[in-house]
């Protein structure tokens, strides 16, 4: 049997996308890695819902888990201010980089059990930004 690759879609309480409209982080649904993962890859992608302005950004934040490390029987992750940060989605054309929508991929360690991810707009309260996000990954036979 040879080696597959699986594409899933990454929700935020159970949907595709997410409208980020307060600056604070919204982190998606737990993703978990079926035990023969060897690689994974994330895309996210961050489209302004209006005209892109000056600091209309998404920032985006990894929470790994490796399970159950404080013993109440559920995966633990990484809390918010010591999640790990992947990259900033800049939304307005002029800058360099900078672009609506705005998309990137990163690697992703499929040592841990799963991982949630995190996006946080500064700005979106005045001008929201819908964020999507997917992940690949390859599986053993």
Same mark, same amino acid.
């Given at each position: 049997?040879? #080696?597959?690759?699986?594409?899933?879609?990454?929700?935020? *309480?159970?949907?595709?996308?997410? $409208? +980020?409209?307060?600056?604070?982080? %919204?982190?998606?649904?737990?993703?978990?890695?079926?035990?023969?993962?060897?690689?994974?890859?994330?895309?996210?992608?961050?489209?302004?819902?209006?005209?892109?302005?000056?600091?209309?950004?998404?920032?985006?934040?990894? #929470?790994?888990?490796?399970?159950?490390?404080?013993?109440? *029987?559920?995966?633990?992750?990484? $809390? +918010?201010?010591?999640?790990?940060? %992947?990259?900033?989605?800049?939304?307005?054309?002029?800058?360099?980089?900078?672009?609506?929508?705005?998309?990137?991929?990163?690697?992703?360690?499929?040592?841990?059990?799963?991982?949630?991810?995190?996006?946080?707009?500064?700005?979106?309260?005045?001008?929201?930004?819908?964020?999507?996000?997917?992940?690949?990954?390859?599986?053993?036979?």
């Amino acid at each position: 049997m040879a #080696a597959t690759r699986n594409e899933t879609q990454i929700t935020w *309480s159970s949907a595709s996308s997410v $409208t +980020v409209s307060s600056a604070t982080v %919204v982190w998606s649904d737990p993703l978990l890695f079926h035990v023969d993962d060897w690689e994974a890859e994330v895309q996210v992608n961050a489209d302004n819902a209006g005209t892109p302005a000056s600091g209309d950004v998404c920032n985006v934040f990894i #929470a790994y888990t490796t399970g159950d490390i404080l013993g109440d *029987s559920g995966n633990d992750y990484a $809390t +918010v201010e010591h999640s790990e940060f %992947v990259t900033q989605l800049d939304t307005l054309a002029t800058n360099n980089p900078g672009e609506d929508p705005a998309s990137r991929s990163f690697p992703v360690r499929t040592a841990a059990l799963g991982f949630k991810v995190g996006v946080h707009c500064p700005l979106a309260s005045g001008r929201n930004i819908v964020v999507r996000a997917r992940v690949v990954t390859h599986r053993g036979p």
